[in-house]
């Protein structure tokens, strides 16, 4: 993801210096007119913007409070723009750890896998501070396709970011009991699929139901492990918010037996499989 | 539905004869070409076949089985291709009562709106004898956009369409848990469905996401009592094929507490508005 | 239970004809007193009262509606005294159909297994006219420890039995996902079992917790099979009722995975292997 | 709590130094002979055994981590003995942390209320190292009834404890749901639970069933808000095992619910108010 947003970035003209813990990746964008930097803090040192993608709050803590992090580097009135898929939580704690060292914070995550970031078709969802956000704009238009400002709040957009992955994780579940229901009915699963795509007309949908008709959970796209993550981050949010959702509860716990079964770096749609298993099907 | 599709089927150059509980509904099919009969028995008398599109079990029961109905006067060899969302169990018994009177029966529920069956944008999903279906695909051509063959016995498409109208409730649900938790994050809901909108790209997403984002349930599309009654025939297949559908009793659930409290005849997208409830918001 | 029931009655000093469907099992109790009759109308001819004990409303409504049946047989003013596990749907239908015979209808349902039958420990929970039940309380002395008078309407006697039933299900349920975390905790069954008795001071705790702890599903008590239909009718009556009833569906679903997986014979507190199975234990 | 147990091991004839926050409770205890502590490191200096009981994880890591802290005056070879219901996480630290400082941890939960520590018939839970386990039991002998032995690993009785009152709280939430459709068939509420009185034959299903029949949910034997936080420590506790507890995720759901409608104050039992909500009943 990282890469692609990097080389999208360079192609709009900015500059830009990057840095991965396996140099060997970051190295692969100097011949597009990338600098590598060996730490975050080199990266960021002088920059008007530092943006983040990592696997999660662990890793971004570490990458930015860490020794060598971009706490310590980022200049006053720099802001860093935070895409990864992070805990409301963690964002407010961001937003109050950067703002008393004189910097700024935005989250910014995108809805979109790594195909879709080479292609510079991500939906970018910024929230913070709206003359920040403003200025960042320029960089959302050089990795996305369209830019949803979710509020003036950092962690809003970590919010909508979360509840976006509820509603596809909810369309997983929905396909998995559907699915098994039709095997169990003698249904071809494929034809079910047809007509789901006929009658939502989703890209999304029909990515996703092909795996699932298919069988074929290997390898992930976005593993098991990784959406459990994600959902527990929903409710977290859920119970912060006060806002009981039970449709996120219901998926938490068939991921967490997806994992329990073994399956937890199959792609996250093998949900199904729960499902299918539940119904004394095979797989 | 039943006028839509009656109109495109003599549009198609089929003559056909109407029979609806309201003669003057019936009626108004007159003008363009359709004889109007005086009990389903005198509508399917010497015809090839003859088309049902009702509420629910009971009303085709009443339709097919009780006095001046359909199984009494409709032809041997003749076909009845029943189009209402009924429950699989009804569906069995209609094959076997018509197959132990020499007629046929196919199932062939549609997917889509009174507006889609304007259109002739219905999706059609027939199930029953091969050669019987095939028989009937002229009819399911002049009214519909697509048709989708489910299986060879009848009821297996009634099952598709329950499995159909599943994944839809699914949709509300996730919506319905999704909204709240933006509204108590003070996301705004405009700004979350047009991000879900961008994800998604479907227009069941666009359509409903709308009405719950505006709050705006009645007049009813399609009523919650309708869809807790679809829900809960999902729930009875469930049952037959041996296939647990948890997110299926969590719909059926909040869908009977939208009744409980008196919402019966809103939109049955205003399950939304259960969750909301549960968040503590108004609505 | 049947027989239990009417050796406690003959015990009483009861006059008692006993029908049933083997009528070897009849015999045996002509040895204490009873008569046998060949069929249900010959045992209830001039009776006071005709006390039924079947498994479900089918079997029920054989011996009621069916030729030789109750219905046809039983006295005017005299009382049918229904005690069988039913839906409450079927209990109203019964009220009415036995009224306007000029007949009696009181529900009897009763907690307690063939064992507490015998020992004449039943609980007794009628409901119906008030005086048609005080007429009826001399049998609830004679075959129970308690009788609880539920209501004025027969069914309501079948929702409090119902609702009772869905208390064990939903205790099982409970010991079921707890045992299932002790054990991934390579905690002692039995020694949570031991908290677990110690902690509810309940013989109905430490019966079904026992089983569960030791994996000892078969010969079943009561099975699976009759459990899910329990449920069932609970979810029917929350259904009636609008009153939504989430642990009942999930118990049903847990319950449906059990038969699914072809374990419907099992005692129906192996419903916590399917627990177990979710959590990746063997079992 | 405390104050109890500390009368009770001062009855035994230890000598007991207490802390408590405010200093007033803890003088209390003086006239009964104990010495009154001005810290946690003082209470604990020299002592063999540190008994703590304490609101939640976060009470606890102050009075053991924070400054004045136990871990920092506990002496080499003496025992904390942590009574305090807290994550199965939280347990793993204080064993690392004391270990590290040549002291012991000891988890040592209890079952009961004040009421039941004052009577000295708590039931304790304690795990660890088997000889220092042994160690302490003339200290749980003092303050309970009986005492059981989760494991060799301390973290294991705090999964014992969590997953007892996940048994209390499922019970909790099968009374709501039930007494729900009881009103809405208008059976009386008291009825129904001296049925479930007879039937279970527990003290606990009595207390907490009588609550919920007389709508009286203050002032709070124990609150939601603590009861939820419990709940949601029990699903990470099956998250770290890998054990899916959907009743769990539905009792935290709920609790979540009364939470948002500002009952968060209220006894735990006022769960079932919300089931009392859905389906439409005032309360």
Redesign the interface.
């Known amino acids: 993801m990282g890469a692609a947003m990097a080389r999208n970035l360079l192609q709009a003209g900015n500059e830009v210096t990057v840095y991965n813990r396996s140099r060997a990746k970051a190295e692969e964008l100097f011949a597009q007119g990338a600098r590598v930097a060996a730490s975050p803090a080199e990266a960021v040192r002088d920059c008007e913007a530092a943006i983040t993608m990592l696997a999660d709050d662990a890793a971004l803590e570490g990458v930015v409070f860490g020794p060598g992090g971009i706490a310590e580097a980022l200049g006053a009135g720099a802001v860093h723009v935070g895409s990864s898929t992070i805990s409301?939580a963690f964002a407010r704690r961001l937003t109050a750890e950067h703002s008393s060292r004189g910097q700024h914070y935005v989250s910014a995550p995108v809805?979109g896998r790594p195909d879709a970031a080479a292609a510079k078709k991500l939906?970018v969802?910024p929230a913070g501070d709206a003359d920040i956000v403003k200025r960042c704009l320029p960089l959302f238009d050089a990795i996305g396709r369209?830019t949803?400002?979710?509020?003036t709040?950092p962690?809003?957009a970590n919010?909508?970011k979360l509840?976006?992955n509820?509603?596809?994780a909810?369309?997983l579940?929905?396909?998995g009991?559907?699915f098994?229901?039709?095997?169990?009915?003698?249904?071809?699963p494929h034809?079910?699929l047809?007509?789901?795509v006929?009658?939502?007309?989703?890209?999304?949908?029909a990515g996703y139901g092909k795996i699932i008709a298919d069988e074929l959970f290997e390898p992930a796209g976005f593993a098991v492990r990784v959406g459990h993550k994600d959902v527990?981050l929903?409710l977290d949010?859920?119970?912060e918010?006060?806002?009981?959702?039970?449709?996120?509860?219901?998926v938490?716990?068939?991921m967490?037996?997806a994992?329990?079964?073994?399956h937890g770096e199959r792609d996250w749609s093998s949900v199904a499989q729960v499902?299918a298993k539940?119904?004394?099907l095979p797989g």
């Not at 949803?148 to 509020?151: E, L, N, S, T």
């Not at 006929?198 to 949908?205: C, D, I, M």
């Open positions: 409301s809805f939906l969802v369209q949803f400002v979710a509020g709040e962690w809003q919010a909508l509840c976006g509820f509603m596809i909810a369309m579940e929905s396909f009991e559907a098994a229901a039709m095997r169990k009915a003698q249904v071809a034809l079910f047809d007509v789901m006929a009658l939502f007309g989703s890209p999304v949908y527990r929903v949010l859920a119970r918010c006060a806002a009981p959702m039970p449709l996120a509860s219901l938490h716990d068939h967490l037996e994992i329990a079964l073994g499902s539940h119904a004394g």
